[in-house]
């Protein structure tokens, strides 16, 4: 079994404050949710508990030792709740391994641990520039490294603890003088999710295809038709007299590059339980839908999953007779714990819940509409490909600046980048306050039902 940390930033930050604040160890309890596959484990940050310094009976440079009191609470919520235990504590000299005290604190602890709630659990170290690295250990104390751990923050850090990552391919070289070697490999090892397949995610799914991602999860629950000929890339006229699925043209397309990239076609919709469990899995996801119930339920994953998330939308204002008033388009960037979509202004409940019910139940969709009790869905908005295709590379260069941080500026300033081309002007804008609806499962993991979603 492999297993994963996932950590939002604000968790991480507090974690760096707390274990960090001085030259000696300290030590924290992450709550965590799960998300469980047949192939890995995943352990996703709910919830940071400090041990206090005042509850450390001895606090060294390379030795902590706590009274267990001051953990008891903690493993009380795990078991309560069902959540899985992961306790890290700093080596502030650097020492980037487990040493033989903490082999014999962990197989001290987690067994007693293992008496209080089922796990799994895991123990991990973080060191002085903020990295972690970390272990699972089983109720018998027995040691597996955790193979990855990913931080979703202002920035997305991406730790692999295996003993070999590979070269840069002669392919990628122009990349690497970019980006950097360690960059590009880590695109190579990263599994990124693209939901919605059409305008602008065929044009995500090309770029990323060409960057070299090692895998990539494409998610669409549509065939091909005659409007999507002039925007979905490598789209052919067979295709749409067929009606493939867009996924699967996609998948092919990708697959033609011949750049190593795997590719998982879907063809669900993002509320499928088999569609999110493919998600959560991933290292990032990138939104590509314009609808209120597609975004909202994306974004709730993300929060629910420990995801970073890029969400991309193109506006077309047009009269019908071939002029356009107004082409604006947005790249949002959001990070679990932080603001969302909604509380962005991007949709309403209320539009959330019009889709939903069109979607459930037609006949009662269309008597609230004509009772004006809702609004109505919006069938079909222009899009041009030339359009889609700035907003889509401004999304993929988005996921560049947070893997491998290049502005002048924090890329917390970034949270949303609104760009309009009637008079090529730019507005960005940072993260707001923590969206209440969308973070209420944040951290969770697998629930049932998923996401709380009632089928």
């Given at each position: 079994m492999n297993y994963t940390l996932k950590l939002s930033g604000y968790q991480h930050a507090a974690l760096q404050s707390h274990l960090l604040q001085d030259a000696n160890e300290a030590a924290a309890i992450v709550l965590c949710g799960r998300c469980v596959t047949d192939s890995q484990t995943i352990l996703i940050g709910q919830k940071v508990v400090p041990i206090p310094l005042e509850a450390c009976?001895?606090?060294?440079?390379?030795?902590l030792h706590w009274r267990t009191d001051a953990v008891e609470a903690a493993?009380?919520?795990?078991?309560?709740?069902?959540?899985?235990?992961?306790?890290?504590?700093?080596?502030?000299g650097g020492y980037a391994d487990f040493s033989r005290t903490d082999d014999a604190s962990d197989k001290e602890l987690f067994p007693s641990l293992y008496g209080w709630t089922d796990g799994p659990h895991a123990s991990a170290v973080m060191l002085p520039d903020g990295s972690i690295f970390g272990r699972h250990v089983s109720d018998k104390g027995r040691f597996t490294p955790i193979r990855r751990v990913a931080v979703a923050g202002d920035d997305v850090r991406i730790w692999d603890h295996e003993t070999h990552i590979g070269e840069v391919p002669t392919t990628a070289n122009r990349h690497a003088r970019a980006f950097?070697?360690?960059t590009t490999l880590l695109l190579k090892r990263l599994k990124i999710a693209v939901v919605g397949c059409s305008g602008t995610g065929s044009v995500v799914i090309e770029q990323l295809g060409r960057l070299q991602v090692g895998e990539l999860i494409l998610i669409d629950p549509d065939c091909a038709e005659d409007v999507n000929s002039n925007r979905i890339i490598g789209l052919t006229a067979e295709d749409v007299e067929c009606r493939r699925p867009k996924v699967e043209v996609l998948k092919r397309s990708v697959e033609a590059m011949g750049l190593g990239t795997r590719v998982t076609a879907l063809p669900?919709?993002?509320?499928?339980?088999?569609?999110?469990?493919?998600?959560?899995?991933?290292?990032?996801v990138f939104g590509c839908m314009d609808s209120a119930s597609g975004r909202h339920v994306l974004n709730k994953l993300a929060a629910t999953y420990c995801l970073p998330y890029i969400d991309v939308g193109v506006r077309l204002v047009a009269d019908g007779s071939g002029s356009i008033s107004h082409v604006c388009g947005s790249v949002?960037?959001?990070?679990?714990?932080?603001?969302?979509?909604?509380?962005?202004?991007?949709?309403?409940?209320?539009?959330?819940?019009?889709?939903?019910?069109?979607?459930?139940?037609?006949?009662?969709?269309?008597?609230?509409?004509?009772?004006?009790?809702?609004k109505g869905v919006q069938e079909s908005?222009?899009?041009?490909?030339?359009?889609?295709?700035?907003?889509?590379?401004?999304?993929?260069?988005?996921m560049l600046a947070r893997l491998h941080p290049f502005r002048d500026d924090p890329n917390g300033r970034y949270a949303s980048t609104c760009l309009s081309l009637n008079g090529t002007f730019v507005e960005c804008s940072s993260d707001g306050q923590p969206c209440p609806v969308i973070n209420r499962h944040a951290g969770k993991g697998d629930m049932e039902p998923l996401l709380g979603l009632q089928s």
């Open positions: 009976v001895v606090r060294h440079p390379d030795f493993f009380e919520e795990a078991a309560s709740k069902g959540l899985s235990v992961l306790k890290i504590h700093s080596h502030p950097g070697a360690a669900r919709d993002v509320m499928n339980p088999d569609a999110i469990k493919a998600v959560a899995e991933c290292d990032l949002n960037y959001l990070q679990p714990g932080g603001s969302s979509l909604l509380s962005r202004g991007l949709y309403t409940l209320q539009d959330f819940e019009a889709e939903m019910l069109k979607k459930g139940d037609p006949e009662a969709y269309k008597a609230r509409l004509a009772e004006k009790y809702i908005r222009p899009a041009v490909i030339s359009v889609n295709t700035v907003y889509a590379g401004l999304a993929v260069t988005e």
